[in-house]
Every structure is written in structure tokens, then in C-alpha cells.
């Protein structure tokens, strides 16, 4: 009983790390139950169970916002958002399974080799979970946990937010073997390899500095634009609130508005008076105006990010491509059949086919959309189009107030010290933010208020590693852990067969 209850402590300990809790140190020390319940050889029965429960209270507790999100918007019964929710949780954890069970497996030959090979399975189910099921779900990776701490951070530029999880997994599994078997080498290296990624992040913060191309005001207008009303509250959001704000922004200076996502029932191409109103205003202030709505075609709704410029043009749609399961589109749409109308509200886009980058003056911009901001690739395919600057307009609205805006508000500061681009983040209820290409969010919104932010940004044009080799720093280290465990799970195969002991070995320094 007490080697099981390791299982979902190891969970519990590491949900806490993320928002709203932020016990972030808490990571480097959260899987060493993990480690401990696997070292005493688990039955394949008790081993799936365990990771269950491991999961249940890692993935279950960071999204524990999800049934309120399915009952209050999708209409749902609570037992069939519960059930909902605990169906994700499972394929989360069928997804990290290999790890939970090639620890298991690899204990038995060799505990040291089993924590290097370990760290870059874990890391290989994180990069396996951004792109599958039904184009990924990569929230609550690990690595995310770590925003807080800016030196750690800086990392992500070099392999992603996935090379920070795998430098977690290694530490915690490292520190287990110190603990328990006495063998400090593999501590030791960790600690080497943590040291030199926050030398890395020391650099990039007090030396490093990205080449400014140019700047431009900026003026973010959260409207706290409701869920699913009526007719008369989104008349008055549109044409007086977000007027109202359009206004305040531009006599601080502003020379680019930015409206979030959020529901809007005036399609910007369709709309003439919608149209009109806004594109009137533009030009009479000679403003930059880039705002969220909805278009169709023959192929469908489409789900958009429109640039008006300051002689009241449209010069820039972009579609988003990265589309919410179950919530913006229905996976598997022939074989659910009827289902879509529980989610009929939100089910019928279309992705977009091509990343567009804009143009305000003399700086280029790139778009994610809501969920992209989750992804490494979605921002990146921006920068690698040219884009200069960042910009996520998202409806958080959804989640109220959990802590899911600030989950996702985390991903989108990792996304910025991925690429080394300025953020600028304007969220419908909240957390609208300016971000640094280091991370830094230098001002920040509240959640559910009517407000304004304006500062200045300035673009940077500055080349990752990230950017140009993409996930393949990623794949080399995976390949370096497998290829530096195999001999020494190979070396104590033979002890495996009549030793119950086997990969348990004296204290070495």
C-alpha cells in the first residue's frame, strides 16, 4: 500500500509546480517517488495502476478546470464532463505509459543506466504529445513549470520548452539514485549540465540583447466581451466599449490597437456597417487596428485576425490553422456522427492553410490564435516567415477564473524566450500582456476588467537555435541518453536473471 500511494503523491507533487500553486522548485524533486515506487519492482498490473493514479493527479489536477469549462459553455451534464475530463487524463497517460514502464523494465538491469535512458523517453513522449492525438495537446508539459525562473528559461530557445522537462526529468532522477543507492556521478553530471544551462540563461539576460529593427506603440483593449449573450451586449461591446478603449489607447500614443479574440457575431468581410465603423476609425486617427472575427467560404467558417490600416484597408487576413478539438472543429467527424451538437456553438471551423505575416510600418508580425500559443512550431512558422513581432489574440474567457488563464499566459512568455520575440498578448478577459524576447512580462492586465495597456515595442530579428534546427536538438539528446544508458543496461543483463538486486550497486563517487 505505501509503495502505491507513491504513485499519485508523485502526481500531486508535480501539479503543484504549475499555476495556480507555482511551487516551482517543486519539479526537481516531484518524480523521485516515481523513481522509488519503480525500483521495487512493481507487478505489469500494479505498474499500470500506479501510473493511473501518477497521472490522475498530475494531469487531473492541472486541468481540473476542464468539467466547469464542458458544463457551464458546453451544456453538458457534470457526470459527462467528468467523464470527459478523465478521458483525457487517460490518454495523457497513455502517452507517458513508455516512461513509467521502461523505468520499471530498466530498473531490473541497471537503476543508473535506467535514469539517463528515462530522461529522454519522457522527453520523447512530450514531443510525441505536442503533435498526436488530433494535432497534439501539449498543455501541461513540464517544462512550462520552470517560467518562473528566468535563468532556467532562457533554455527553451535552444531545443524548446521540451529540453527544460527533459533537464528536470534527469535531475529528479539523478538526485534518486544519490538518495537511495549512494551513486553520485550521475548527480553530479546533472548538476554540471544545470549549471551551464543557467550560465546560458545568465548570458542571455545580463550580456545578450536582441538587435531592435525597429518600434511601434502599442495599445491592447480588453473588452471582457461575454460568453453566448445576446444581440445587445455585443452591439454595446463592439460599437462602445471597444470604441471607448480604441479611443483611450490612441491618446496615450498608440499607433496600433489590438482587439483579442472573443465572440463576435459581425463578420469584418460581410458586415458593411461593422466594417464602415471600424475602418472610419482607423483612418480618422491614422491607426493601426487589428481585430479578430469569423469568415467564410465554399469550404467553410474560418476562424480570422484582420489588419486595418490607418487609410481604413484590410491588408491582412490570417486564418487559424491549429484549431481547438471538440471545440472549434469535431475530430472524426463522420464516425461521431450527431455528436457536434453539443458543441454546435463551436464546431463548425475550418483550419487555415498557410502562416501570413503583416506589416505595421516598418515592423513584421506573425499570429497565433488561442491554442496555437501552446505549440513551439505555431510561433515559429511566424518567425521563420519574417515576422519580427509576436501577437496572440485569445478568448480565456472560458476558463473563469481558474487557473488555466495563467497556465496559458505561461506558454505564451516560453514562446517568446523560444523565438526571441517581443510578445504582445491581448486576452478578452484576461491576462493581456506585454512580454520580452527574455521572458519578462513588463506589464500585465487583470483578469475580467475593461482595460487598456499601451507601451512600446520593438521588434527583434535575431536567429534561435530553435529557429533554424527546430525539435532536432531535441532528437540528439534523446538519442545521446538511449545511446549512453545502452551500456549499462546491457553490462548488468546477465545479473537481472538471478540477482534481485541487479543494478543496485555500491556507492561511487
Not at 469549462?69 to 451534464?77: A, E, M
Not at 546533472?190 to 539576460?205: D, E, K, N, T
Not at 486595418?308 to 471538440?326: A, C, M, Q, S
Request: charged residues 15%.
Amino acid at each position: 500500500m505505501v509503495t502505491f500511494l507513491l504513485y499519485p503523491a508523485a502526481g500531486l507533487a508535480t501539479a503543484l509546480a504549475f499555476p495556480d500553486f507555482s511551487f516551482f522548485p517543486l519539479a526537481w524533486l516531484s518524480l523521485i517517488p516515481l523513481y522509488e515506487a519503480a525500483a521495487r519492482r512493481p507487478s505489469r498490473r500494479e505498474t499500470v495502476a500506479g501510473h493511473v493514479f501518477f497521472c490522475l493527479g498530475y494531469f487531473g489536477t492541472v486541468l481540473y478546470w476542464i468539467p466547469g469549462v464542458l458544463i457551464r459553455y458546453g451544456g453538458l451534464p457534470w457526470v459527462v464532463a467528468a467523464l470527459a475530463w478523465l478521458l483525457l487524463v487517460l490518454i495523457l497517460a497513455l502517452f507517458l505509459l513508455p516512461f513509467t514502464a521502461f523505468l520499471v523494465w530498466g530498473m531490473s538491469r541497471s537503476e543508473e543506466g535506467t535514469v539517463w535512458a528515462a530522461s529522454g523517453v519522457w522527453l520523447l513522449t512530450e514531443l510525441l504529445r505536442d503533435r498526436f492525438p488530433f494535432g497534439g495537446f501539449p498543455w501541461a508539459a513540464l517544462g512550462y513549470s520552470q517560467q518562473p525562473f528566468p535563468w532556467l528559461l532562457q533554455l527553451a530557445d535552444v531545443g524548446s520548452v521540451y529540453l527544460i522537462s527533459y533537464l528536470l526529468v534527469l535531475v529528479n532522477g539523478s538526485l534518486w539514485l544519490w538518495w537511495r543507492r549512494g551513486i553520485r556521478r550521475t548527480m553530479l553530471t546533472a548538476v554540471c549540465l544545470c549549471a551551464l544551462a543557467c550560465l546560458y540563461g545568465a548570458y542571455r539576460i545580463s550580456v545578450w540583447s536582441p538587435d531592435s529593427v525597429g518600434v511601434v506603440r502599442v495599445g491592447i483593449a480588453q473588452g471582457d466581451i461575454a460568453l453566448m449573450e445576446g444581440s445587445d451586449h455585443y452591439a454595446q461591446k463592439y460599437f462602445k466599449t471597444l470604441a471607448s478603449l480604441f479611443d483611450r489607447a490612441v491618446a496615450e500614443g498608440a499607433r496600433w490597437v489590438i482587439f483579442p479574440e472573443a465572440q463576435n457575431p459581425y463578420r469584418l468581410e460581410q458586415d458593411f456597417y461593422f466594417r464602415t465603423f471600424w475602418s472610419d476609425r482607423a483612418s480618422a486617427t491614422s491607426t493601426y487596428l487589428l481585430l479578430n472575427s469569423s469568415h467564410s467560404d465554399d469550404d467553410g467558417y474560418y476562424n480570422s485576425a484582420y489588419l486595418i490600416n490607418p487609410t481604413g484597408e484590410v491588408v491582412y487576413r490570417y486564418d487559424k490553422i491549429h484549431l481547438v478539438p471538440f471545440g472549434e472543429y469535431l475530430p472524426l467527424e463522420r464516425l461521431l456522427g450527431k455528436a457536434d451538437a453539443l458543441v454546435a456553438e463551436v464546431s463548425s471551423f475550418r483550419p487555415g492553410s498557410q502562416v501570413v505575416v503583416g506589416r505595421v510600418d516598418s515592423l513584421q508580425f506573425g499570429t497565433v490564435i488561442c491554442f496555437e500559443a501552446a505549440f513551439p512550431r505555431s510561433a515559429g512558422a511566424a518567425v521563420r516567415k519574417g515576422a519580427q513581432v509576436l501577437v496572440n489574440i485569445t478568448n480565456d474567457g472560458w476558463f473563469g477564473r481558474s487557473a488555466a488563464p495563467a497556465q496559458h499566459l505561461q506558454m505564451a512568455v516560453v514562446r517568446a524566450v523560444e523565438t526571441r520575440r517581443p510578445m504582445i498578448r491581448a486576452a478578452n478577459t484576461g491576462f493581456s500582456a506585454f512580454i520580452s524576447p527574455l521572458g519578462e512580462v513588463t506589464a500585465r492586465t487583470g483578469l475580467f476588467e475593461e482595460t487598456v495597456l499601451v507601451g512600446d515595442v520593438y521588434g527583434s530579428a535575431c536567429r534561435t537555435p530553435y529557429l533554424v534546427f527546430g525539435e532536432l536538438p531535441c532528437w540528439a539528446v534523446i538519442i545521446l541518453s538511449i545511446a549512453l544508458a545502452a551500456p549499462l543496461l546491457d553490462r548488468n543483463r546477465g545479473l537481472s536473471k538471478g540477482d534481485g538486486h541487479a543494478g543496485r550497486r555500491s556507492p561511487a563517487v
